[in-house]
């Protein structure tokens, strides 16, 4: 089995920032692409930023200069820098990681449970 738990959500004023965590644990042989995704009510769920596990990047236009994806591979976490914040950066933030788990090395897409970002104006 494998857990990908997130921490880090909550309320911010306008231009404020928070730091996203997300560790993955389990039967983990290594883990391939990280990312974030959010999903903002009634709307549907889009990629933030991800990450390979050779360090390469990639970012959804509204937050490029803003958001900054980062994992630590020693730690199988990944994080989220999220700076100037606006309150259309409003969402559940959803971890989202590929690894091959157990010994046989299935590919697993995993999610964690979500954490709540509010950005007041």
């Known amino acids: 089995q494998v857990q990908l738990v997130e921490s880090g959500g909550g309320l911010v004023q306008a231009g404020g920032s928070l730091r996203l965590s997300c560790a993955a644990s389990?039967?983990?042989?290594?883990?391939?692409?990280m990312g974030w995704y959010r999903q903002a009510p009634g709307k549907q769920r889009e990629l933030v930023a991800a990450?390979?596990?050779?360090?390469?990047?990639n970012y959804a236009d509204s937050v490029k200069g803003r958001f900054t994806i980062s994992r630590d591979n020693a730690k199988n976490t990944v994080y989220l820098q999220m700076n100037s914040l606006k309150p259309e950066d409003t969402a559940v933030y959803y971890c989202?990681?590929?690894?091959?788990?157990?010994?046989?090395?299935?590919?697993?897409?995993?999610w964690g449970q979500g954490t709540l970002v509010t950005v007041s104006s």
């Open positions: 389990g039967s983990i042989f290594s883990i391939n692409a």
């Open positions: 989202n990681a590929d690894i091959s788990v157990g010994v046989f090395r299935n590919r697993l897409d995993a």
């Open positions: 990450i390979t596990s050779g360090g390469s990047t």
